[in-house]
């Protein structure tokens, strides 16, 4: 990956509905060749895909929670079954495996607690073999991930 690429890259993480040619003309290279990285970026797998990024606030999702998930087991049994409930839930938007006290993060975003509580109930008290459950909820969010930091050679 050039410094063309990494341009390109950083471009479209912070906003991915740019015309080409603006895309080209901010990384400093032509339309087409602009096009060609872009593919070759995506064929690559590197891109992954395209979307909105939504304020959550104006969604009416006030409240920002994140569940450290213990679980009884750490089986492959234990975790395979957990991680194919998980999927099943679109209330979780977020799932990482952790090394730590906990061994999952979930991230779940609500209009307020009564949703929390609708939500801890009908669907994380329904996961399998959870241990332990809880709950963080963030105040405020200081800084939004604007995309990844593209390495340097």
Do not use: N, W
């Not at 950083?10 to 003309?25: N, T």
């Not at 194919?84 to 090394?99: F, G, T």
């Not at 669907?123 to 399998?128: D, K, N, S, T, V």
């Amino acid at each position: 990956m050039d410094r063309a690429d990494r341009a390109i890259l950083q471009i479209l993480q912070r906003d991915s509905a740019q015309s080409i040619a603006e895309i080209a003309e901010k990384a400093g290279v032509s339309a087409s060749a602009c096009h060609r990285r872009i593919k070759a970026l995506e064929q690559q797998g590197i891109i992954s895909g395209y979307a909105a990024r939504l304020d959550p606030r104006s969604l009416g999702l006030a409240l920002e929670v994140f569940v450290d998930i213990t679980l009884t087991s750490q089986s492959r049994e234990a975790m395979d079954r957990f991680e194919a409930a998980v999927q099943r839930y679109d209330d979780i938007l977020e799932c990482h495996l952790m090394s730590g006290s906990a061994d999952y993060l979930l991230r779940v975003a609500v209009p307020d607690l009564e949703q929390y509580d609708r939500i801890h109930r009908h669907c994380l008290a329904e996961l399998p073999g959870v241990s332990s459950m809880q709950s963080s909820f963030s105040l405020r969010r200081i800084k939004r991930m604007d995309g990844y930091p593209i390495p340097r050679p």
